[in-house]
């Protein structure tokens, strides 16, 4: 049995299906990847998984260690122990690092806060003081909030894009902490269209159009990155909706 079981999932926005009867299941300290091009509805299964406002309407069924949390709330799942690392991470103005990465419970406790840090490869004395803001680099934003979620001891971490818009020695820090994270028994979830990232799990999922079309060990995924996505018609293009366009994170622009 998956740690992490997900059971015919579909969701739809304004009549658009977005999640088409999908089913992973994730195992248990196990480094899973969850591989499609643009739009094909990978952020969406994370949010869903997480039970974010907006995602709560779907079908099929979300079981975590044999129990549906399908109506639980967002901190509910994140007290059971699943987490969601964002492809954007928040800003918070004048909240300092400390207060930032010791919010998510009140069980962390300072030495937490600087194992989480040295994790990530910060120096702690160096950033618990400093505000999480744009003085700090989206890389630095990234691994700040990487070490929040380790303070939190989670089981099941997901990271969407883990390496969008980090530099090489942070997206080599991450692939450490990810490989930390197995070694602690965590069950990782990548979200990712880069096939560096792929190589640093155990097995994957391929989805294209909110559908599951593939699924294996990562040698074999990877030919999706050759051109070799043969099941799939999807063109990888942005969408474009009326003038808009949707950009990676799922937020509309106007292109006009
Ligand atoms: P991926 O992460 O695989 O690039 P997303 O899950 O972000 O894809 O988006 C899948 C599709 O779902 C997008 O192409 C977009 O059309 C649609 N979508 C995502 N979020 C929303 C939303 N909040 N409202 C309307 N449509 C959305
Ligand atoms: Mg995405």
Same mark, same amino acid.
């Given at each position: 049995?998956?740690?992490?079981?997900?059971?015919?999932?579909?969701?739809?926005f304004?009549?658009?299906?977005?999640?088409?009867?999908?089913?992973?299941?994730?195992?248990e300290?196990?480094?899973?990847?969850?591989?499609?091009?643009?739009?094909?509805?990978?952020?969406?299964?994370?949010?869903?998984?997480?039970?974010?406002?907006?995602?709560?309407?779907?079908?099929?069924?979300?079981?975590?260690?044999?129990?549906?949390i399908?109506?639980?709330?967002?901190d509910?799942?994140?007290?059971?122990?699943?987490?969601?690392?964002?492809?954007?991470?928040?800003?918070?103005?004048?909240?300092?690092?400390?207060?930032?990465?010791?919010?998510?419970?009140?069980?962390?406790?300072?030495?937490?806060?600087?194992?989480?840090?040295?994790?990530?490869?910060?120096?702690?004395t160096?950033?618990?003081?400093?505000?999480?803001?744009? %003085?700090? #680099?989206?890389?630095?934003r /990234?691994?700040?909030?990487? &070490?929040?979620? $380790?303070?939190?001891?989670?089981? @099941?971490?997901?990271?969407?894009?883990?390496?969008?818009?980090?530099?090489?020695?942070?997206?080599?820090?991450?692939?450490?902490?990810?490989?930390?994270?197995?070694?602690?028994?965590?069950?990782?979830?990548l979200? %990712?269209? #880069?096939?560096?990232v792929? /190589?640093?799990?155990?097995? &994957?999922?391929? $989805?294209?159009?909110?559908?599951? @079309?593939?699924?294996?060990?990562?040698?074999s995924m990877?030919?999706?990155?050759?051109?070799?996505?043969?099941?799939?018609?999807?063109?990888?293009?942005?969408?474009?909706?009326?003038?808009?366009?949707?950009k990676?994170?799922?937020?509309?622009?106007?292109?006009?």
């Amino acid at each position: 049995m998956g740690i992490l079981e997900i059971e015919d999932i579909s969701i739809s926005f304004e009549d658009k299906v977005i999640l088409d009867k999908l089913s992973v299941d994730f195992w248990e300290g196990h480094i899973h990847a969850i591989v499609g091009p643009n739009g094909a509805g990978k952020s969406t299964l994370a949010q869903t998984i997480m039970g974010l406002p907006g995602f709560r309407k779907h079908e099929g069924e979300i079981r975590f260690q044999g129990h549906s949390i399908k109506r639980m709330s967002v901190d509910e799942r994140a007290k059971q122990g699943i987490t969601l690392a964002w492809q954007e991470p928040a800003r918070f103005e004048g909240l300092s690092v400390r207060s930032f990465i010791k919010a998510a419970s009140s069980d962390i406790t300072e030495q937490a806060v600087d194992e989480a840090l040295t994790m990530v490869g910060m120096d702690s004395t160096k950033y618990k003081g400093r505000s999480v803001d744009k %003085t700090l #680099s989206g890389g630095e934003r /990234k691994r700040i909030e990487l &070490a929040s979620i $380790i303070a939190m001891q989670p089981k @099941v971490v997901m990271m969407d894009e883990p390496d969008s818009g980090v530099d090489i020695d942070a997206i080599n820090n991450i692939f450490l902490v990810i490989r930390e994270l197995k070694q602690r028994g965590t069950t990782v979830i990548l979200i %990712t269209h #880069s096939a560096e990232v792929l /190589k640093q799990s155990d097995h &994957a999922f391929l $989805i294209c159009d909110g559908k599951l @079309v593939d699924k294996g060990r990562v040698e074999s995924m990877l030919a999706y990155f050759e051109g070799k996505c043969k099941p799939c018609t999807h063109k990888n293009e942005p969408d474009v909706v009326d003038g808009f366009s949707i950009k990676e994170n799922g937020i509309m622009e106007s292109i006009s």
